[in-house]
């Protein structure tokens, strides 16, 4: 006598929960096998940041995939052998979790391996990595410099900025081409370009409150392309200018100008 609905429809809502828990361990699997490459990531703009490998995180995550292929496939199998059991009215409850053991096993295993991974990968130096890379204007403590990347070529940057600063009426006084000076003297450097711009009625008042901060003004933009091929736009923070210098509050709006002007030209 073969098994009632109730039955058939315990058996299949057991093998969508199992099939739920493989796409799940897939997901978590692709997630895992790409940590290298945003430890890679972190690793570039910090040459202190010392890991010996990250392929582990990749086998880490192919496991993980594969036991996902393998509960999918394993509970169908046991989903089709208990339809038959049902069908034939034998019992189902003196076979043992076999399936569930196994998973619950290499997840074990699993966890502490990528544990390990993780203690001997330095994670307070990924942890201030990360940070870093949450924070696209991070701010240097020792130098004032920030630095936001560019979603456009060194020579696209430059343009939009140039355009920018003529449209509020900013003076520009020169672009310094320093790949360009590099390439005349048979140097290679990567395309780095510095803007040098100002306004005569916002920096002199700033001069004659705080005569140092000529030192800094005019204004200054580098735009340069790093290693990788990407472009980042530098500037000296407004607080560290205004810390360097004693500048009064009320005159910070004169050189905040340009953390408008970099964001808008990153975009």
Known sequence: MGGSATDYLAAERTVLAWIRTGIALMGLGFVLARF??????????????????????????IALILMGVSVCLLSTFRH???????????????????????????????????????????PSAMVHASMREENPMATSAENGIVRITSNHSVDETVTKLQAILQAKGVKLFVVVDHSGEAAGAGLKMPNTKL?????????TPLML?????????????????????????????????????????????????????AAKAAE
């Not at 990531?41 to 880490?60: A, G, R, T």
């Not at 089709?80 to 196994?102: C, D, H, N, T, V």
């Open 195 to 203: 803007l040098i711009f100002g306004n005569p009625k916002a920096g």
């Open 80 to 122: 089709l052998r208990m339809l038959k059991q049902l069908e034939a009215g034998e019992s189902l409850y003196a076979r043992s979790p076999r399936l569930l053991i196994a998973i619950a096993a290499g997840l074990v295993v699993l966890g502490l391996v990528m544990a390990g991974y993780l203690i001997f990968a330095n």
């Open 209 to 261: 409150a705080a005569p140092s901060v000529a030192l800094d003004l005019p204004l200054k933009i580098l735009v340069a392309e790093d290693g990788a091929g990407k472009t980042w736009i530098s500037y000296n923070s407004t607080a560290y200018l205004q810390s360097r210098h004693a500048l009064p509050a009320a005159m910070l709006p004169n050189i905040a100008v340009i953390e408008a002007l």
């Open 36 to 61: 290298g490459l945003f430890l890679q990531e972190f690793h570039h703009p910090q040459p202190d940041f010392q890991v010996k490998s990250y392929s582990i995180s990749l086998w880490i995550g």
